[in-house]
Structure formats: C-alpha cells, structure tokens
C-alpha cells in the first residue's frame, strides 16, 4: 500500500489490521473466520457486536477484501490474509469498489437506502466473487429499513454477503439476528492492549515509559481505537521520549506524587497545605473525579501494603505516610471519599464539594481511633494487638482456651468420635447435648439437618438413648424418624426421638440471641465503652464478636 498522505495521519488508519490476524484480542472470532474461509462455509450474513472501537468494522472490510482478493497472481481463492496489490483489493481499499456497498445506518436510516442495496442485490459482483454490503450501527436502522433488509437475507444470492456492525445488539431484531452468524466482541485486555500500543510505538521510532503506555491502556477501556487516539495526542505534546507524567498531563490525570502530598496532609489534618495542592491542582485541570479515584487508588494501595505487611511496591513517600496511618484509619478516609464522590455528583459546584471532602478528611483525622480510645490504659504491647488487628470490642480469647472449652464440652467418647469421625461399638454414646448433636451433623455434612437442628427445635433432654425435643418452628414430616435412623447409625445404639412439651426450652438459636442481648446490655455499662461513648456521642453497641488472633 502505497502513502499517498503526507501529513499526520491517525494511528488507527495507518496501522489499521491489513489481515484478519492483525485484529488483536479477538483470537476467537480470528479463528472461527478464517477457518469458515479455508473451508468455504462462510454464513450469508454476519453481525458483530461489541464496545466502540474493538475492531467490528476493520473485520468487516477485511472480509470484504479476503473474499474477493485474487492474490499478487491473480487466481488465489478467499482468504484471510488478502495480498492487498490486486485490483479488487486495491478497489476495496480506495473505497471504489463496485462490489462492496458500505452503509453507515447511524447517518441513513431511510427505507431508501436499504432499497438501493436491495436492488443491487441481483447485479452480480463485477470484479470479485462476492457482492459484500457492510451495514455499520445497523441498529439505527428504521423498522421499514430492516424489513427490506430482512427480505433480502430471507433468499440471498450465493454471491452476496451481508456484514452487520452494531454497539447495542438488543435495538437488532430478532428475525435479523437469526438469519445471521453473530460474534460478540470483547474489549481487549488492558495488558494486551499496552503491548499493542508498545509495538505502534517502536514502529514510529519513538520511545515509551512501559507505565505510560498502561495508563492509556487503561483510559482506553478495551478501545483499541479509543487506546490508538490517546496515543496520538500523547505523541503530539511529548518531546522526545514518551513518559508516564507526559500521559498523565494528557489524561487530565493529577501525578501521583501530588496525589501522595494531597493525602500526607490529609491525613495530617493540615487543611490549608491540602486545599493549596487542591487548588495547584485543580487549576492545571486535573478531573476532580479522576482525583478522587486516585485517591482511592492510593488507599487501597497502603491498606493492602499494611495488611499484608509487604510493602515492597510502595515508593518511598508513601512508604514515610504508611508509617503513620492505622489499618482503621485507611479504612475511614476510603468511606469518607467513597461517600464523597457521591456529594460530588449531586453537587453543582464540584470543586466546592471537594473542598468539603477534603476539610472533613483532614477534621476526621484529627479524632481519635475508637480502638486507641479503647485501649486506653493498656500496655503498649497490648495496644500494639488491637490497632493491627481491629475488631470492634473483643474479649481476650485466644485458640488454647477455644481449644479446651471444646475439650471440656464434650465427654471422651464423644470427643473422639468427633475425630476419628467414625462410629465403632466403643463409641457407643447413650447421652448426648444439642451441642454435640449438631456438630455431629456438621462433621457428618448433614448440614440441613443441622441447621433445623439449631433454630427449628428445642432440646428438652438427651439421655438413656431417648432425645426429648419441642418443635420451635415447622420441620420436614418425617424429621424424627430421619434424626432417629441417623442417630443410631452415628451412636452404634438404638436412639428414639420424640416430641415433647416444654414452655421453657429453647432453640439452640434462640439462646444464643438471649445471651448476645445479654452481653451487649452488660458491655453498655462496662468502663471502655462509657469512654468511647464520650468521645463519640452518638456511638451505639450493636454487635460483640469474638477475636481469635492467629
Ligand atoms: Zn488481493
């Protein structure tokens, strides 16, 4: 293909896929058309689907060339690789071509000119094999519009082929989708796509920083095209190399650095060194939601690092700011933006309602950790404990003491059985709790059973091979019966179960919601909550759960 343009011309027309290969992230659509190709078996009429920009349309014109390409010799058959020097293809390839009708659908909607396909439809093809009609958005098109056209692929020559291009399939009716082969596009991957872009890159003797080249991947959302034009832009303003910052400029995004300060004195509760880099920032025309998730970005980075205790991807800045900044903390200021960004929407004054984020950010940072608060009085190592790993109100409880509470729950025998996890005649068990009933439900994976076990009845009385239950709420008919064959199979010993009444007896459920209510009422009187709820008025105790440290 010869260049004939001498000025700038844009990367997704000069490096637009010369072969159905060159498509890049559509391996699966590459392979299923060329081998349809190869063997002949080409459908009438296809549709192709997918976000703007993925490469619908350049497959559509491909076809339209392999099909009709004769090949540097002239007599090849179709293909998916066209030579592009032969004259159907360079017809194609001009835009000439008597035998490739091109319709855009989002500028055309009238019934005419899908008449004007129609009757071109009984003209043979003049140069090729094939009369191609490339349809582009055809969801656009009008109700009479697909009529004509339905009509058409109803009995299509064997010489024409239809291509149907659309971004909203749904808009496609029916009877046209079923008459068609349909591929569904994917975006391309942001990987894929920074390696794509990486290849333009070099083949324009330029240079790029690897990072920049993943931000516009990013930006791009699976658009190759879209991906190609940032590219452009970023080619324009860039001298000499290509930089991350330079992309970021481009992008309107803020550069992580400022992103870093701007949290540095958040989380200081500096609010006049974080609204001057707002306003620095803003002023160079950073987006304000691009900002935000920057920062969100940025948090979910040092919550991870400081989760995982791996900060190794961490520059050395955020690394000094991680040092101050507790995983409870982290967890506030992600609330705080993520609830911002919300009043950032509905405001209509956005800049204004950033300022607001960022003065109750730096206001927030100031209080006190509820678990500092609730330490108070602790040793340092203790402290230590709890700000890593913070539970809202936790008893000292460790896995030895869970370990021999469950030892002195269940008696010997029975304990065993529970972990041999198998039933022998000196595990014969002829007095049994709730408890242990539903754990042998568990460990015999009857979790149906168990869980009717815990909230469906109540226990009244397990000995001497004779369970006593109540009914709390209805069961499965035949329940008894059930629990009693299970029972004996598990105890080696002829259980029965039966109904009984009891006013007092409760579900296994319902006293463990009797004692939590207790706890709580008992905690609402203790000293560290008295103190929490000093410093935050308005705190209420909803919830006590147990801390089992590793
Ligand atoms: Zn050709």
Not at 75 to 93: A, E, M
Not at 138 to 158: I, R, Y
Not at 185 to 206: F, M
Request: proline fraction near 3%.
């Amino acid at each position: 293909m010869t260049d004939t343009y001498t000025s700038f011309r844009p990367s997704a027309l000069k490096y637009r896929p010369q072969k159905l290969d060159d498509i890049i992230g559509q391996e699966v659509l590459v392979k299923a058309l060329t081998n349809s190709i190869q063997n002949d078996r080409l459908a009438p009429a296809y549709v192709f689907t997918g976000v703007r920009g993925v490469g619908k349309t350049s497959t559509a014109r491909l076809l339209a060339r392999g099909l009709n390409c004769l090949g540097k010799d002239g007599t090849s058959g179709p293909t998916g690789s066209p030579c592009g020097v032969c004259r159907p293809c360079l017809d194609i390839i001009q835009e000439k071509s008597l035998d490739v009708l091109e319709v855009d659908a989002a500028s055309q909607t009238g019934v005419d000119d899908v008449r004007q396909l129609i009757e071109n439809v009984s003209y043979k093809p003049v140069h090729g094999r094939y009369k191609i009609y490339i349809i582009d958005e055809v969801h656009m098109l009008s109700k009479s519009a697909f009529n004509a056209l339905l009509k058409t692929l109803e009995e299509p020559p064997a010489y024409a082929k239809f291509f149907l291009a659309t971004t909203e399939i749904d808009k496609v009716p029916v009877t046209i989708l079923s008459r068609s082969q349909r591929f569904d596009l994917k975006r391309v991957s942001v990987r894929r796509l920074q390696e794509y872009l990486g290849q333009i890159v070099e083949a324009e003797g330029r240079v790029a920083e690897a990072e920049g080249l993943r931000l516009i991947a990013e930006a791009a959302e699976g658009s190759v095209r879209d991906g190609l034009s940032i590219l452009d832009q970023v080619f324009n303003i860039a001298e000499g190399d290509i930089m991350r910052s330079d992309v970021e400029k481009m992008l309107g995004y803020a550069r992580q650095q400022d992103v870093i300060d701007l949290m540095t004195g958040a989380f200081a509760g500096d609010i006049q060194g974080s609204l001057d880099i707002f306003h620095k920032l803003y002023n160079e025309g950073i987006s304000i939601l691009m900002l935000t998730n920057r920062m969100l970005h940025c948090i979910h980075r040092l919550s991870t690092a400081k989760a995982m205790q791996a900060e190794g991807g961490l520059l050395e800045t955020e690394k000094k700011l991680l040092e101050k900044l507790s995983i409870p903390s982290l967890t506030r200021a992600w609330q705080l933006i993520l609830k911002g960004i919300e009043e950032i929407r509905l405001s209509p004054n956005e800049a204004d309602a950033m300022e607001m984020i960022l003065i109750r950010f730096c206001y927030v940072s100031h209080l006190p950790d509820l678990i500092d608060i609730a330490t108070q009085g602790l040793d340092s190592d203790q402290k230590k404990k709890s700000f890593d790993h913070p539970v809202t109100v936790s008893e000292s409880n460790n896995l030895q003491e869970n370990k021999s509470r469950a030892a002195e729950k269940y008696p010997r025998d029975v304990s065993q059985t529970l972990n041999s996890g198998e039933a022998s005649k000196e595990n014969r068990v002829s007095e049994i709790t709730m408890e242990q009933l539903v754990q042998y439900a568990h460990e015999n994976n009857e979790v149906i059973l168990a869980t009717h076990l815990e909230c469906s009845v109540a226990f009244i009385e397990g000995k001497n091979l004779f369970l006593k239950l109540k009914k709390v709420q209805s069961v499965p008919q035949g329940f008894e019966r059930d629990l009693q064959k299970k029972m004996t199979a598990w105890f080696c010993a002829p259980w029965v179960v039966e109904w009984a009444a009891d006013d007092k007896a409760l579900s296994l459920q319902e006293s463990k919601e009797q004692a939590q209510k207790k706890r709580l009422k008992d905690y609402q009187k203790s000293d560290t909550f008295v103190k929490i709820k000093a410093a935050f008025p308005e705190a209420r105790l909803t919830k006590i759960s147990e801390r089992i440290d590793p």
